[in-house]
């Protein structure tokens, strides 16, 4: 991706690089956040790919006309079921958070949810993103 956007800014007449709305939903989709686990604490260098999820959710905003993002918190099985759910949705709380610093995404709040998801035996301390495109 990186490379096309740099490539395109050598064509003649291409004044900006998109990807298609199933492209940024791909994209979006295959990037997780990292915590510490049994904290809402990034592990480090998270803040980049918060950074990319925001900059790829404003380009959604302007390529697919209708989109819902499910931001999912999880936990491992370090805790009890009850800490573990709490720690899921504090996570995902906080990955809106910086979604929400945004004002293009503010815009679009309507759009966007955070739900703790439930531990399952492979969860891990992350959160990711789901993106349902209704409208294409």
């Known amino acids: ?11 003649a007449g291409v004044d ?3 990807l298609s709305a199933d492209a940024l939903q791909s994209k979006i989709e295959s990037q997780n956040v990292y915590f510490n686990c049994t904290t809402v604490d990034y592990t ?17 905003t302007k390529t697919a006309k209708n989109w819902q993002v499910e931001i999912q918190g999880q936990a491992d099985f370090s805790g009890t079921p009850a800490t573990n759910a709490e720690i899921s949705q504090k996570r995902a709380d906080k ?3 910086e979604l929400l610093k945004s004002d293009k995404l503010k815009d679009v709040r309507q759009s966007i949810k955070s739900t703790g998801v ?9 959160v990711n993103i789901n993106v349902n495109l209704t409208e294409r």
Do not use: M, P
């Open 118 to 126: 439930s531990t399952t035996k492979d969860a891990e301390c992350k």
């Open 44 to 60: 480090e260098n998270q803040s980049l790919k918060i950074s990319e999820w925001v900059k790829d959710l404003e380009s959604l």
């Open 16 to 18: 900006e690089f998109r």
């Open 95 to 97: 990955i809106l958070a």
């Open 1 to 11: 991706f990186n490379d096309a956007q740099r490539i395109s800014v050598g064509l």
